[in-house]
Nanobody, 117 residues
Framework: QVQLVESGGGLVQPGGSLRLSCAAS???????????VEWYRQAPGKQRELVAR????????FYADSVKGRFTISTDNNMETVYLQMNSLKPEDSAVYYC???????WGRGTQVTVPA
């Protein structure tokens, strides 16, 4: 059974940083090197939105305008973990962050990021 597992969320003050990690069990994340792995987030009362995507077979990345210049998506050398480095965090970044294998129904359960106002 394929599972995506996020970690690294928490409470951080405005301007602080967090690094989220996404790993897979039951399959290697490297399988998704072409299609990509994505980070989404969902705040209370809002729709889930795409934050970042990486396709490391083509070293292609995508960022939502709201996080450009502050967030960085990357993988480890073994392509087994996808990271989301989040810097200069703002209260509006507060949400549950989900890892998603693009073009699949495989989602993680999410990790909470809270940046108090």
């Amino acid at each position: 059974q394929v599972q995506l597992v996020e970690s690294g969320g928490g409470l951080v003050q405005p301007g602080g940083s967090l690094r989220l990690s996404c790993a897979a069990s039951g399959i290697s994340l490297a399988v998704f090197s072409i299609y990509g792995v994505e980070w989404y987030r969902q705040a209370p009362g809002k729709q889930r939105e795409l934050v970042a995507r990486i396709q490391w077979s083509e070293t292609t990345t995508f960022y939502a305008d709201s996080v450009k210049g502050r967030f960085t998506i990357s993988t480890d050398n073994n392509m087994e973990t996808v990271y989301l480095q989040m810097n200069s965090l703002k209260p509006e970044d507060s949400a549950v962050y989900y890892c998603h294998a693009r073009d699949t129904n495989w989602w993680g359960r999410g990790t909470q990021v809270t940046v108090p106002a």
